[in-house]
């Protein structure tokens, strides 16, 4: 079985920074593409950052020059430091991963519980 964790969230005020971390466990043959996805109160979960095996970064436009994404694949972890934070950011964070799973052909998309982002002063 997979699992994705986050960690990381919490309460930063506008212009401040957080760094969040996505950790995949579990029975894993390999991981492809992974990213970060939020979802703001009343709105749909949108793509923020992704990133490929071999490390190719695709960026929303809202968060370019804010935000990087990056990945450490001998540890299966990624991670994304949020910097000059708007109260715009607030939303539930969720790590995503393309993962083939031990003894299994095809590969997954799996997710995290989310982590909680709140900007505010």
């Known amino acids: 079985q997979v699992q994705l964790v986050e960690s990381g969230g919490g309460l930063v005020q506008p212009g401040g920074s957080l760094r969040l971390s996505c950790a995949a466990s579990?029975?894993?043959?390999?991981?492809?593409?992974m990213g970060w996805y939020r979802q703001a109160p009343g709105k749909q979960r949108e793509l923020v950052a992704t990133?490929?095996?071999?490390?190719?970064?695709n960026y929303a436009d809202s968060v370019k020059g804010r935000f990087t994404i990056s990945r450490d694949n001998a540890k299966n972890t990624m991670a994304l430091q949020m910097n000059s934070l708007e109260p715009e950011d607030t939303a539930v964070y969720y790590c995503?991963?393309?993962?083939?799973?031990?003894?299994?052909?095809?590969?997954?998309?799996?997710w995290g519980q989310g982590t909680q982002v709140t900007v505010s002063s």
């Open positions: 995503n991963g393309n993962i083939r799973a031990r003894g299994r052909i095809t590969f997954g998309v799996h």
């Open positions: 579990g029975s894993i043959a390999s991981i492809n593409g």
């Open positions: 990133i490929t095996s071999d490390g190719r970064r």
